[in-house]
Nanobody
Framework: QVQLVESGGGLVQPGGSLRLSCAPSGSIFTLDAMGWYRQAPGKQRELVARIISGGGTYYADSVKGRFTISRDNVKNTVILQMNSLKPEDTAVYYC?????????????????WGQGTQVTVSS
């Protein structure tokens, strides 16, 4: 069973920066895409940023120009660099991986989620 291990959340003042990291707990054969979602209290979970295996990226309008997603294809680690943070960025952030195949014989790929990490932007 693949698990996604997240790190890097915390408390930061408005205008500050945080860096979130996520990686699978064990080795995998391949995966299609990784991304970050967030869920604020009383709101639905929303996609923040996503990166596919070819390197293409997607950002929610609310974070464009402030957040950057990157991926180490060898380690299958995904990084979310968050700059110019705002109080409205406060949420639990979840790592997501799609099309995960633990071995070459596993098909189709599966979707996995991390346990979530709290990001709080407050003065």
């Amino acid at each position: 069973q693949v698990q996604l291990v997240e790190s890097g959340g915390g408390l930061v003042q408005p205008g500050g920066s945080l860096r979130l990291s996520c990686a699978p707990s064990g080795s995998i054969f391949t995966l299609d895409a990784m991304g970050w979602y967030r869920q604020a209290p009383g709101k639905q979970r929303e996609l923040v940023a996503r990166i596919i295996s070819g390197g293409g990226t997607y950002y929610a309008d609310s974070v464009k120009g402030r957040f950057t997603i990157s991926r180490d294809n060898v380690k299958n680690t995904v990084i979310l660099q968050m700059n110019s943070l705002k109080p409205e960025d406060t949420a639990v952030y979840y790592c997501n991986a799609d099309g995960v195949r633990a071995t070459r014989w596993e098909f189709p790929g599966k979707t996995y989620w991390g346990q979530g990490t709290q990001v709080t932007v407050s003065s």
